[in-house]
């Protein structure tokens, strides 16, 4: 680490000081060959199509139950990059930091960023910092996009849920926007609320080496699991029935959800994914999920259906205890901003 | 665009509104058929062994002469990815916005990524937005990531300066960091100082398909052209020698340093880059460098040296027109915050 306990301007300078700060900090937590020849960019070897994406964190707090930015942003990128049935391999990170950041706080997100990229099996090949005077940015804020190998043809799309494919989802909704909303807020429930920030990679690889033809994989993040299932029925032109009472949460997030008056449907979830898949699947897929540690509370939760009497290609239909259907809209506003 | 003339949070809640300005700003500008597909992640075909690179840019001001945040987001990493011989295909795009950024402002500056991208020849697959409460951020932050087939074998590398190699520069110094900070100063200079920055990728195929033993491509950005050359000096093991005079800068250029007690071999450049060839091709490449709309005013500056003498591995050396030697150090300190 560098002498000073604060981040200095002059570490996204370019020169002196941002060579000491990637090779403290940088070289040591991300520690790869690819990285370490430090040219311009990173020389990769991919083979076949390949799945890319990028994600943008600006969490507040930094720090939550349950993890921080910088393995949230790792998470969050494998997992986008899974969704396509795809081995992600490589990572960049670029960092927005602001000067005077406690070097410590740095350093801890850095280090978990490492952490979760060693746990997930992938190497961050190239990074960027940026220094912001004081004022000009809160804290951190970092942007990662990720690349793999697509493992299936076709890839699972939000375009290809058919009538009477099954719907199933990995685990309970709603646990990372209430731990982070009631880290945010200084509420203390009675069981603590954790963020259920994970890599999906190796759950997505478990179910498509056995069952290749999964018609689609999302994980509901911002929005939630109803803004998802709205726009996978959109894309594949489609009715989403759901079932209320099949949908699992977490008895506490529930209670917290209900006290704060909040639907964890719209709650923002970074360690759950929604897997459709033809009915003659379903029990199959349903049973690997279950035998994934991150699936342990996987449920089938609906059915795809063909738009038929009043309802639409697109739209998505609650059925509640009480055997009534509702509309399902996607999210509308902001219900929590910097949630991820 | 939205009716709203300011960015509102709910914009970069996942949720309906964030869906609009998808549809409404960045399909428009960036249409292509791969992003135009909507999962999480692009599918995206590449063959060989590719070049990954990312970059933040949180300059400000955000619009200056010669280019705004977003054209430079495109430029800046299309070009990493061509300093190791690519040819970039694919950018990813990750915004981070102030509630209440003014939305035509936000379109002047996706319109021109887009318009960089077409330029450059890359389509901007995928993408993610965030909205900040005001205050949270200063305007925009925009972080691209970039990827690329690479063309020759061996690529170019900062590993790969030997000594008897000719240093070869695209252009003149100090455009880009001239032109930011009398921008942001307010500064009215009797020529205007206009920002250099360009995507290289048309130059650098131009040059390597010709010349596929280029030994090393960089673009000296932050930190300027003396904190480039002491970097490849330090990963090739070599000692620098550069001619000031040599050193192409323009007039105008020259006179606002002098005015203002700036130093244009440490100021950035985002359209010009630095090559090094062994000495029988350096002809060559400097024809081809000055036959490009790009390389006008390419010349040697200077030549890969063995360490010797008192000088060691990793030093840049400045032989000034009375014929003196100094020692050009990486830049120190922090010269102008927020340059890129």
Redesign the interface.
């Known amino acids: 680490m560098t002498a000073s306990s604060r981040l ?3 570490a ?8 000491r700060l990637v090779a403290d900090l940088f070289l040591k937590h991300f520690d790869n060959p690819v990285l370490a ?10 083979s076949g ?10 969490v ?1 707090p930094i720090i939550f139950p349950g993890g921080n930015i910088g393995s949230l942003a790792v998470h969050g990128t494998v ?3 899974a ?2 049935g ?1 081995r992600p391999r ?1 990572l ?5 930091l602001e000067e005077g950041l406690d070097m410590a706080v740095l350093e801890t997100i850095v280090a978990a960023m490492g952490q979760a990229a060693r746990d997930a099996g992938v190497q961050i ?9 004081k ?4 804290k951190i ?1 970092i ?1 990662t ?3 793999g190998e ?1 493992l299936v043809d076709p ?1 699972p ?3 290809r849920a058919r009538p009477g494919d099954a719907v199933l989802l990995s685990g309970t909704m709603g646990d990372h926007g209430l731990a982070i909303l009631s880290t945010r807020q200084g509420l203390a429930f009675e069981t603590p609320i954790v963020s259920d920030c994970a890599s999906l990679n190796g759950l997505v690889e478990s179910l498509i080496t056995t069952l290749p033809d999964v018609h689609t ?3 509901p ?4 699991l109803a ?1 998802t299932l709205n ?1 996978i029925a959109s ?1 594949s032109g489609v009715v989403v029935e759901v079932e209320e009472e099949a949908i699992p949460v977490h008895p506490a997030v529930a209670a917290g959800c209900s006290f704060l008056g909040l639907d964890p449907l ?1 709650l ?1 979830n970074e360690g759950k994914l929604l897997c459709i898949v033809p009915e003659a699947d379903a029990e199959h897929a349903l049973a690997l999920l279950r035998a994934h540690p991150l699936g342990g509370n996987a449920a089938r939760i609906g059915t795809i259906q063909e738009p038929q009497g009043k309802t639409r290609a697109g739209q998505v239909l609650l059925r509640t205890p009480l055997g009534g259907r509702r509309l399902l ?7 929590l ?2 949630i ?1």
């Not at 199509?49 to 600006?58: L, W």
């Not at 960049?92 to 927005?96: E, H, K, L, M, Q």
């Open positions: 200095l301007l002059d996204g300078s370019g020169g002196q000081a941002s060579h020849v430090m040219d311009d960019a990173a020389r990769l070897h991919l199509p390949v799945a890319m994406s990028t994600d943008g964190f600006i507040d997992n986008d990059v969704m396509l795809a490589y960049t990170a670029g960092f927005i090949v190239a990074g960027d910092t940026k220094v912001a005077p004022g000009a940015l809160d804020f942007t996009t990720g690349i697509i890839a799309s939000g375009h994989l999302r994980d993040t911002r929005g939630g803004t726009e894309q719209y923002a809209g996607m999210l509308e506003g902001e219900q901003p910097r991820c």
